[in-house]
């Protein structure tokens, strides 16, 4: 966004503001149309800084994004690594549940084009990436977890309970389940 003129940043900045408003009442479905007459900006306007609705999901979801990554980090230092991990997935799934359309953006599969890129699913799997190992290299987590598994189940289960009438008890339950099996032992 830098070099841009003035009122193309102020432009970009009030769309990103009525989005994240669209999206946090309507989730990743959020009209592009609906969010370009709010922002009282024509449609090409909106797709000329969000290309594709993920790339609006992704700039939407960037901060949130960020203070999952650095709480990642915080945790890396605990000494049970395994805790500090499903801490971490249980925080990623409240801000799936909280965030309306976080996991569907978590859901995509790069592209290989996008390999590259600074997107949602990349930096938190990166950020994931190093509990798992630190849990595995403890010997507190099974060898054969991968990070695209716990996004997966992640993903899953936010995505499963969105709609219930208490999706954050539904979700709980759910992951509680799937947390039993995480262990070295397999339980």
């Avoid at 841009?4 to 946090?24: C, F, G, K, M, T």
């Avoid at 290299?137 to 990070?147: C, L, N, P």
């Avoid at 716990?150 to 999706?167: C, K």
Wanted: hydrophobic fraction near 45%; aromatic fraction near 4%.
């Amino acid at each position: 966004m830098t070099g841009q003129r003035s009122d193309a940043r102020r432009n970009y900045a009030h769309i990103l503001a009525v989005a994240e408003a669209e999206v946090a009442a309507r989730g990743a479905q959020a009209s592009l149309e609906q969010i370009a007459r709010t922002a009282g900006v024509g449609s090409a306007t909106v797709r000329r800084h969000f290309p594709t609705r993920k790339a609006l999901l992704e700039a939407v979801f960037k901060q949130r994004v960020h203070d999952l990554c650095a709480r990642a980090h915080e945790l890396r230092g605990e000494d049970d690594s395994r805790s500090a991990l499903v801490e971490w997935l249980r925080e990623l799934l409240a801000y799936s549940l909280a965030a309306r359309g976080l996991a569907d953006v978590l859901s995509y599969e790069p592209l290989q084009d996008e390999a590259g890129q600074d997107s949602c699913a990349l930096t938190i799997g990166a950020a994931g990436a190093l509990l798992l190992r630190k849990a595995v290299d403890d010997q507190a987590v099974r060898a054969d977890i991968t990070i695209d598994d716990l996004l997966v189940l992640i993903v899953g289960i936010a995505l499963a309970t969105e709609n219930y009438t208490d999706p954050a008890a539904q979700a709980d339950r759910a992951f509680r389940l799937a947390v039993a099996g995480f262990g070295a032992d397999g339980t």
